[in-house]
T-cell receptor, first 113, second 112 residues
Framework: AQSVTQLGSHVSVSEGALVLLRCNYS??????LFWYVQYPNQGLQLLLK??????LVKGINGFEAEFKKSETSFHLTKPSAHMSDAAEYFCAVIHCSNYKLTFGKGTLLTVNP | ETGVTQSPTHLIKTRGQQVTLRCSSQSGHNTVSWYQQALGQGPQFIFQ???????GRGNFPPRFSGLQFPNYSSELNVNALELDDSALYLC???????????FGPGTRLTVL
C-alpha cells in the first residue's frame, strides 16, 4: 500500500526565512507525488507534482520539491517565506490501481513578521 | 476556463437525514473524485467516477453513494446522516482517470 508521512504538524518561520516542509513516502512502485496547499475555509490548490521526470520539481508561488528515492522523501521548500504562504500543506501519493490520492495529515505553516 | 465548482457552500442537517452535494467538473474533464476532510485531518478518498461509472471506492459505508451525469458533473449522496459525517466534502476533477486532480472549494456539512 502507498502512503505518505508528513513530519511536523506545525512549522513556524519568520518572513524571509527558508521554508522546509517534510514528506516521506512508502510505495512498492515508482510513485506519483503531489503537494497541495489549503488556505483557511478553502479547497486544495495544486502546488506541484512529481511524475517520474525531473527529480527537482518547480511549482507555483516559488515552491519546489526534490524527489529522493534513496531517502524516500519529497520535501517542499521555498527560499524566502512570505506572509501569504501561511496555510496548511498536504503531501499526497496516487494509487495506480484506483487513482485515489492518499494524503498526509498536513503541516500548518505560520509565517511571523 | 471554469474551474471545479461545488454547491452548496455550507449546509446544516440533523442526524438521520439525507443530503445531496453537487459538483461541476472542469471543462473537458471526464473523471470526478470525492473526498471527506474531517477537521484537522487530511482528505480521505470516498470514491471516483469515470465516464459515469464508479471507478474505485474508499473505506466508506454504502450509505455514501454517488452519480456522474453525461456532462460529467457529479453528486454525492449520504443517507442516514451521523454526527461523524460533519466534515468538508471536496470534489476533484481530472482530465482522465489517473491524471492530476483539481479540487473545488468544498461543501461544509454540519450534522447536529
Amino acid at each position: 500500500a502507498q502512503s505518505v508521512t508528513q513530519l511536523g504538524s506545525h512549522v513556524s518561520v519568520s518572513e524571509g526565512a527558508l521554508v522546509l516542509l517534510r514528506c516521506n513516502y512508502s510505495s512498492s512502485v515508482p510513485p506519483y507525488l503531489f503537494w497541495y496547499v489549503q488556505y483557511p475555509n478553502q479547497g486544495l490548490q495544486l502546488l506541484l507534482k512529481y511524475t517520474s521526470a525531473a527529480t527537482l520539481v518547480k511549482g507555483i508561488n516559488g515552491f519546489e520539491a526534490e524527489f529522493k528515492k534513496s531517502e524516500t522523501s519529497f520535501h517542499l521548500t521555498k527560499p524566502s517565506a512570505h506572509m501569504s504562504d501561511a496555510a496548511e500543506y498536504f503531501c499526497a501519493v496516487i494509487h495506480c490501481s484506483n487513482y485515489k490520492l492518499t494524503f498526509g495529515k498536513g503541516t500548518l505553516l505560520t509565517v511571523n513578521p | 476556463e471554469t474551474g471545479v465548482t461545488q454547491s452548496p457552500t455550507h449546509l446544516i442537517k440533523t442526524r438521520g437525514q439525507q443530503v445531496t452535494l453537487r459538483c461541476s467538473s472542469q471543462s473537458g474533464h471526464n473523471t470526478v473524485s470525492w473526498y471527506q476532510q474531517a477537521l484537522g485531518q487530511g482528505p480521505q478518498f470516498i470514491f471516483q467516477y469515470y465516464r459515469e461509472e464508479e471507478n474505485g471506492r474508499g473505506n466508506f459505508p454504502p450509505r455514501f453513494s454517488g452519480l456522474q451525469f453525461p456532462n460529467y458533473s457529479s453528486e454525492l449522496n449520504v443517507n442516514a446522516l451521523e454526527l461523524d459525517d460533519s466534515a468538508l466534502y471536496l470534489c476533484a476533477s481530472s482530465l482522465d482517470a489517473g491524471d492530476t486532480q483539481y479540487f473545488g472549494p468544498g461543501t461544509r456539512l454540519t450534522v447536529l
